[in-house]
């Protein structure tokens, strides 16, 4: 089998087929080999592999330097012992095959079987005596193969190493971050202030209203609480809506929320003199 | 107050905030704890005394790249994974030899990520470790096309239990015989 590999290998095909026979004979050492219908005595030199079975091999691989590091570690091969003419033609018939078929995957490869098909031409072609002690252009594939196979090692020790959440396990410890800045206080004036505001800005927008209507402090204590507990917390102006309430619709809303605030239901603060008073429900504040 | 039982609420302090903080904590994290000035070198004994006291307990008293932190002594990871069986799905191979480059190689661009391993970088690995937060760009390298560069984060030294690169395993180990030509 070895034997077979060195022969064939070569072209991304050949290694591929030599993966595949080796893989077939240490899983299936009885297996018969039938191709459309015929039974097959031995695998044949040059065999095809059809394309989706090719991808899943690629898949096995990752890359042509891993597939070819395994044929180097694992049989021994040569990767200069390369028939050329046979692995031309089967190249050529290959890129045929894939042009339509993740021709991206297998580009890699492709390039891997010219690199290596141009380092055997270098090879046969003689050199002048002068130049015969120049670089083997063989060294730089191998450089490669030896910095991948390292970086190979380095991945599956990385992998192997305890992480945080996998096999390390860090204190967290609970604790409730109460938050250090304190509301400030709001004097009686502030507030009385801020309600002529309102009704200095509800006299721009007065109107002459005819009829009569009940106005319960009640009614709007809940109107407020609703409202806060949508926008959770307001400017003490947009509790009030001046353009189309009158007078005694925006006092009874003073009202409600002075009486929510006595019953302690309404947070009311302000950062500093003349600064905008914020209304919000108190039990949102301890939550 | 003795000076022992001063030293003793000291540590206390430092104990606390280690436990309950999400983070590793920086010497100037925990020199922050407290009101009066402390020496940087009174607060490391401070952590040093620390650790002895935490010597034969489940928890370990150790630094990592972002700093101080406690964590589970490794002989019962065992015990507290069977808490979430659904363990973390592994990183393909391909993730992680591409973080191995960047971590032994950095800073590299894709195309040195390419060169390396011989096949083309998948935008979709590089998305899972800058997900991850254990990798970064750093730069661009001025080249035509200013390719980014990256480089590993803190994290990931935080998240392998390291204080710096060089406590990676060093390259030297993973070199293999040479292939013969």
Known sequence: MIALLGAVAGDCVQLLSSVISSYNNLMFPTLEIKVKGETLGELPQDLYIPPDALEVYLEAFEGPLDLLLYLIRKHNLDILDIPMADLTRQYMQYVEKMRAIKLELAGDYLLMSAMLIEIKSRMLLPKPVEIAEENDPRAELVRRLMEYEAIKLAAQRLDEMDKVGDGLYVASAYYQHISQVMPPEVTLDDLAEAWRNVLKRASHFKHHKVGRSELSVREHMSIILRQLKDARMLEFTQLFDVKNDGIPKLVVCFLAILELCREGLLRITQQQAFSPIYVQIAADIKS | ?????????????????????????????????????????????????????????????????????????????????????????????????????????????????????????????????????????VGQREVPGRPSLYATTKHFLDDLNLRSLSELPPMEDFTQQEIPI
Not at chain 2, 30 to 58: C, S
Not at chain 2, 61 to 86: H, I, K, T, W
Request: overall charge negative.
């Open chain 2, 1 to 137: 107050m003795s000076e022992t039982s001063n030293i003793t609420e000291l540590k206390n302090v430092l104990e606390v905030a280690l436990l309950t903080s999400h983070e590793p904590l920086l010497l100037d994290d925990m020199l922050r704890l407290f009101a009066e000035k402390m020496e940087r070198a009174t607060l490391r004994m401070l952590l040093d005394e620390l650790k002895q006291d935490w010597a034969e307990r489940t928890m370990e008293l150790v630094q990592v790249a972002s700093g101080y932190r406690f964590q589970a002594r490794p002989q019962y990871a065992d015990f507290l994974a069977r808490l979430n069986p659904e363990r973390q799905a592994k990183y393909s191979r391909a993730v992680m030899e591409t973080l191995a480059i960047i971590a032994y190689r950095q800073p590299v661009t894709r195309g040195d990520i390419e060169e390396i391993r011989g096949v083309a970088v998948n935008p979709n690995v590089m998305r899972q470790l800058q997900e991850r937060d254990w990798i970064d760009v």
